[in-house]
């Protein structure tokens, strides 16, 4: 029993139902200008007096004004403003209600029943929350006035009874738990009823995804400009630093151009670095990024760095980058890099490397595609350039740029003819690695 008395007494007094009946008053308070306006309609009717002194003209008037607040509800600020409310103080999951104006129809329409609903219950509890308290009070304390019986202050007949005296203060506290219960029912509902009236619409749900889609791209396009970027930068400067450190007391010459090439590669990684970072600012801050590489402006610089780093690269471009358009030509660019990182991570030093650029037909779409080939023999697995466990992001990135042009990613071992899956490095037991990016020109600006 005691139990029950608590949960009943939680449920009516409780944190969460005096938050509701505040939110309700909070509903009354928004639904007097509409009660004010019903009053000025109905007044020439009925006579000023008698909307003071009538009960019935003051719910007409409350009437006449929930129509003028559904009209006001169309408002763009209205389902923000509700929503606001309802999360403060109705104890409703966020996930279950939507952010923003409403835009569809539907929603609108949603927005116009829970804003009557609000004002309109609203506007009852508040209306008892002034009347029943102070003639409860007045009921609970009416025996106590039973010694003014007589006086000019004296109790009027009608209650100058024993049986009346004594059910009074019951009927009081009877009244107050009833405004209690009232309230807690009434803000009940409107909890209840909001996920349904206040929640996403599919179009809400629609364009939340299409948000986090868009979120999740430039966040899946930042972490391949740094990988490709930093990561290549790393990789050629470790080599570099290797290579100088060997020949340092024999080969000043060569520490030189490895000294300068480690400057140059990092100098570029950081404008780079700033470019992906940039992505991050807020618009009107890109005027301090630097421009994304290409083929056209960066090739040239990438293999002399690369070649720097200990690679034997030999490249043929059967093709003029400055005619390819600017979003193949940045692409391309980060292909060829990742693809010459890995080679300089699974080869070492002195690896051999093959790179091919060449412009041929697109029979799919009937225009052109770029074809990029890198090839390089890998060591025995004994070598001390074995791929590292859990390598492979630079391939997933590589044909996550092919797919988004609407090209096609592939590598393997032509010798065994066979093509690994994304996600997995090169077998270092093998011998000639090749990979293979088909770009399509057509479509891209």
Same mark, same amino acid.
């Given at each position: ?18 938050? !509701?009946?505040?939110? =309700?008053?909070?509903? *009354? ?35 006449? *004004?929930?129509?003028?607040? $559904?009209?006001?509800? @169309? ?43 609000? #004002? ?11 009347? =029943? ?5 007045? @009921? ?18 009608? %209650?100058?009874?024993?049986?009346? @005296? ?39 749900? +629609? ?17 391949? /400009? ?12 470790? +080599? ?12 000043? /010459?060569?520490?030189?151009?490895? +000294? ?21 600012? /807020?618009? *009107? ?16 610089? %990438? ?14 471009? &059967? ?7 600017? =979003? ?16 300089? !991570?699974?080869? &070492? ?5 093959? #790179?091919?650029?060449? @412009? ?14 890198? /090839? ?6 004994? &070598?001390?350039?074995?791929? !590292?466990?859990? *390598? ?9 740029? $092919?797919?988004? %042009? ?32 088909? %770009? ?6």
């Amino acid at each position: 029993m005691n139990s029950r008395a608590r949960s009943a007494s939680s449920a009516l007094f409780g944190h969460r139902a005096r938050r !509701r009946w505040i939110h =309700l008053i909070l509903g *009354g308070a928004l639904a007097m200008p509409y009660v004010l306006v019903g009053s000025v309609v109905i007044g020439p009717l009925l006579g000023d007096g008698a909307i003071l002194s009538s009960i019935g003209s003051q719910l007409l008037s409350f009437a006449i *004004g929930l129509p003028l607040a $559904a009209v006001t509800a @169309l408002f763009p600020l209205t389902r923000p403003m509700s929503v606001a409310a309802v999360r403060a103080l109705c104890a409703v999951p966020d996930e279950a209600l939507a952010d923003g104006p409403a835009r569809s129809r539907a929603a609108k329409q949603r927005t116009v029943a829970w804003f009557t609903l609000h #004002l309109g219950f609203g506007g009852v509890i508040s209306g008892m929350s002034i009347a =029943l308290p102070p003639f409860a009070l007045f @009921l609970i304390a009416l025996p106590f006035a039973a010694v003014l019986t007589g006086s000019r202050l004296g109790l009027p007949p009608y %209650l100058d009874h024993t049986w009346v @005296l004594a059910v009074a203060p019951v009927a009081g506290v009877l009244f107050l738990v009833a405004l209690a219960a009232c309230a807690a029912a009434a803000g009940g509902l409107l909890a209840r009823w909001a996920p349904a009236l206040l929640g996403p619409t599919p179009a809400d749900r +629609l364009a939340e995804a299409e948000r986090r889609a868009a979120d999740l791209a430039v966040r899946g396009r930042i972490a391949r /400009e740094l990988h490709d970027s930093v990561g290549h930068a790393l990789s050629a400067v470790t +080599l570099q630093a290797s290579a100088a450190r060997r020949v340092l007391d024999h080969d000043p /010459e060569f520490v030189r151009e490895a +000294l300068a090439a480690i400057e140059d590669t990092t100098r570029r990684t950081v404008g780079e670095l700033d470019a992906v970072l940039g992505v991050l600012r /807020e618009a *009107g801050d890109a005027r301090s990024t630097a421009p994304a590489p290409t083929l056209a402006a960066d090739l040239d610089g %990438l293999l002399r760095r690369t070649r720097a780093g200990g690679l034997k690269v030999t490249a043929t471009v &059967g093709l003029d980058p400055a005619e390819l358009p600017p =979003l193949v030509s940045r692409e391309a660019y980060r292909i060829v890099q990742e693809a010459l990182s890995n080679a300089l !991570r699974h080869g &070492g030093e002195g690896t051999d490397v093959t #790179l091919r650029l060449t @412009l041929g037909a697109d029979p799919a779409r009937a225009g052109s595609e770029l074809t990029v080939i890198a /090839e390089n023999p890998l060591p025995a697995s004994s &070598g001390s350039a074995a791929p !590292r466990p859990g *390598g492979g992001h630079g391939l997933r990135g590589i044909a996550d740029r $092919a797919r988004v %042009l609407g090209g096609a990613a592939e590598w393997g071992l032509p010798c065994s003819n066979a093509v690994e899956s994304v996600g997995k490095g090169p077998d270092p037991a093998a011998g000639l690695w090749r990979l293979t990016v088909r %770009l399509p020109l057509k479509g891209h600006p």
